[in-house]
């Protein structure tokens, strides 16, 4: 059974820094498609940033430059770190994961099957 849990959600004020960290159990695909999501209230949810095969990676145009995802296969875990976090990164952030494969961009169109519960992120200007 995949379990995937996210920690390293907080408070920070605007231009901060913030590390997610998501530990996955029962998967070990080191090359499959994981991703970061987010939904702020109100708001559908949107894909943030994903990794795929050889690591490629593929971000939102509203965090790129600013946010970093990274996976560690020997640890089974996803990484996004954050930084010069704005009010509007604020959200509820959703570790993904599925057994299809491919590059970044292939990813960021999967359906994804499992998923975190959620570790929520509060930006303050």
């Known amino acids: 059974q995949v379990q995937l849990v996210e920690s390293g959600g907080g408070s920070v004020q605007a231009g901060g820094s913030l590390r997610l960290t998501c530990a996955a159990s029962g998967y070990t695909y080191s090359n499959n498609c994981m991703g970061w999501f987010r939904q702020a209230p109100g708001n559908e949810r949107e894909g943030v940033a994903f990794i795929g095969i050889n690591d490629d990676t593929v971000y939102a145009e509203s965090v790129q430059g600013r946010f970093t995802i990274s996976r560690d296969s020997a640890k089974s875990t996803l990484s996004l770190q954050m930084n010069s976090l704005k009010p509007e990164d604020t959200a509820m952030y959703y570790c993904?994961?599925?057994?299809?494969?491919?590059?970044?961009?292939?990813?960021?169109?999967?359906?994804?099957?499992?998923w975190g519960q959620g570790t929520q992120v509060a930006v303050s200007s």
């Open positions: 993904a994961a599925d057994r299809s494969w491919g590059n970044a961009r292939q990813c960021a169109r999967a359906t994804f099957q499992y």
